[in-house]
């Protein structure tokens, strides 16, 4: 199996696991309808790509690039959303058919659109967050092609002095 689909398989599923846990604890709590605690969604997925990187990075120190971390956070997103909107659809299509309606009351007059508006929002924060989160964190673990220009101010000497 590829490295990067191994890795990337281990905290997708940790990341889905934790946002159906977080759903389900708003659920036991009533919250589940308050749209400004799906935030929280956000840091379980930054949290989830940073270490799936930061884990690839550590073991397969020497190969490196970044086009491995890149798409190790990528597939780690994606993973992470596709069975997230899984477990949504099956909610909201089998266990709590009002729950769409509920949301949706708040954005259109028209609450008959159903719960697939709800799965393509649900798709499209997972995408786009997983791209803002990967390229954000790669920023920290890529390898500086830079050294040269960083070496005049380890020893305080200027630049034209080199």
């Known amino acids: 199996m590829n490295r990067s689909l191994s890795v990337a398989l281990k ?11 977080y759903f ?15 935030l929280a969604n956000g840091l379980f997925m930054a949290a989830g790509i940073y270490f ?7 073991k397969y120190t020497a190969d490196f690039t970044y086009v491995d971390g890149f798409k190790t956070g990528l597939l780690t997103g994606f993973i992470a959303t596709g069975c997230f909107i ?6 909201m299509f089998h266990l709590d058919k009002g729950f769409p309606e509920t949301i949706l009351k708040n954005w259109f ?18 995408l786009a967050s997983t791209a803002v989160l990967t390229l954000t964190w790669m920023q920290i673990f890529k390898k500086s092609q830079n050294l040269g220009q960083q070496e005049h101010f380890s020893n305080n000497t200027p630049k034209d002095k080199l």
Do not use: C
Not at 11 to 21: K, P, R, T
Not at 52 to 58: D, L, R
């Open 109 to 126: 007059d028209d609450t008959e659109r159903g719960g697939g508006i709800l799965i393509l929002i649900i798709l499209m924060e997972g």
């Open 11 to 21: 905290y997708g599923l940790f990341v889905a696991g934790s946002l159906i846990a």
């Open 86 to 91: 899984v477990f949504m659809a099956v909610y």
């Open 24 to 38: 389900l604890i708003l659920r036991l709590f009533n919250l589940h309808d308050k749209l400004w605690l799906r």
């Open 52 to 58: 799936a990187i930061k884990y690839y990075k550590y």
